[in-house]
């Protein structure tokens, strides 16, 4: 609700007549709505929710304290009336959830309607976690990390990425989970040079390095890690790259405080990969916010405009991926603190830990 307060307020001080949320994440962000397939309109004085059939108990359970408008014909058609008949003249929208499709049809439908780019307003929002979200992505966590000791007890020789990938599933949802916060990736041998490998049939040999990125989703809220994990032994160049990319994470962490800039962590990561000789093998960016969404502001990244704020929670995941060969990544999740950070996840990166005999 101090989101909705807030949206309104803004409405105010810009003028404008509405806002129309096309987005599902920031419907349920800003309504609680958990249904799918339907539209939330903000006024100065009255929310609308527009939905069919299917979802409009479920919508008078989420939101009471909103107006139902259950379609009859199309989507589209249905919010158009009720812009019409509210004479909103100057709308918010979400350009990059709404389509060409109903844009034109709005601008069409409702002459002299004005629309109004909203700039990510929700987004922005959703950067700067609340108590209670923090709690549940702690919770998504814990989930995340139980399910992991457990399936590492089980990883040896002739296990499938798939087999691994399944049973992090099984166990996250053991475990209170909703699901996996994504397709999680497995990746054996010199697989591990894909930062997004999808898991395959490929089977753990001896001497082999498995690389391991999962999450859990609790309540809505996710989580997100990756570990190495090595069958044996370890050779000697794959010491080598884990510590240069677990002191590039160090060097990050550091660097995290309120007011700074985002592109100043994965500054931090990637001039001491490169200064080490690795900066080709390193290609994405060092991290991401993560709450309703695996992937939302602030973007940790070399082109970042995102200042830091107190209460963002996000990644930090530096990696080095050699072609033909393999490659390591480690990430944690991080909570914004005034002068510094809240490291949230502790899965050990003892490399002797990390060994599985």
């Not at 918010?92 to 629309?115: A, N, R």
């Not at 080598?240 to 700074?260: P, T």
């Not at 592109?263 to 993560?290: L, M, P, T």
Request: net charge positive.
């Amino acid at each position: 609700m101090d989101c909705l307060n807030s949206l309104r307020e803004k409405l105010k001080e810009e003028k404008i007549d509405g806002f129309l949320i096309t987005n599902e994440t920031n419907i349920r962000y800003v309504t609680g709505f958990t249904g799918s397939e339907s539209v939330f309109l903000i006024t100065r004085n009255n929310d609308y929710l527009f939905t069919d059939f299917r979802y409009v108990e479920q919508a008078r359970y989420d939101a009471p304290w909103v107006k139902i408008v259950e379609r009859k014909t199309s989507l589209i058609k249905t919010i158009c009336e009720k812009l019409k008949r509210l004479k909103i003249k100057r709308l918010f929208v979400e350009p990059i959830y709404l389509t060409l499709k109903h844009y034109s049809e709005i601008i069409k439908d409702v002459k002299g309607i004005q629309i109004i780019h909203s700039k990510g307003i929700i987004e922005n929002y959703r950067g700067q976690k609340t108590p209670e979200e923090v709690n549940k992505i702690k919770r998504a966590i814990e989930i995340a990390e139980s399910a992991f000791y457990e399936v590492r007890k089980k990883i040896k020789i002739g296990l499938s990425e798939k087999d691994i990938a399944d049973a992090l599933e099984f166990e996250t949802r053991k475990r209170g989970g909703t699901k996996s916060s994504f397709e999680t990736i497995c990746a054996i041998g010199a697989r591990t040079s894909l930062p997004h490998a999808c898991v395959t049939d490929k089977k753990i040999k001896e001497n082999d390095i498995l690389l391991i990125d999962w999450g859990a989703r609790f309540q809505f809220y996710n989580s997100d890690l990756t570990r190495v994990v090595f069958i044996d032994k370890i050779l000697q160049k794959y010491k080598q790259i884990y510590q240069i990319v677990l002191d590039a994470q160090s060097f990050a962490i550091d660097n995290i405080k309120h007011g700074q800039k985002a592109k100043n962590i994965d500054y931090a990561a990637r001039s001491y990969i490169e200064k080490k000789g690795y900066g080709k093998y390193f290609g994405h960016g060092v991290g991401h916010g993560i709450g309703l969404e695996v992937h939302e502001y602030p973007s940790i990244s070399k082109r970042s405009c995102d200042i830091l704020k107190e209460g963002m929670i996000f990644t930090i995941e530096p990696g080095i991926y050699i072609p033909d060969f393999g490659g390591v990544r480690l990430e944690d999740m991080v909570l914004v603190t005034y002068n510094g950070c809240d490291i949230l996840t502790s899965v050990t990166k003892n490399l002797s830990e990390l060994i599985i005999n």
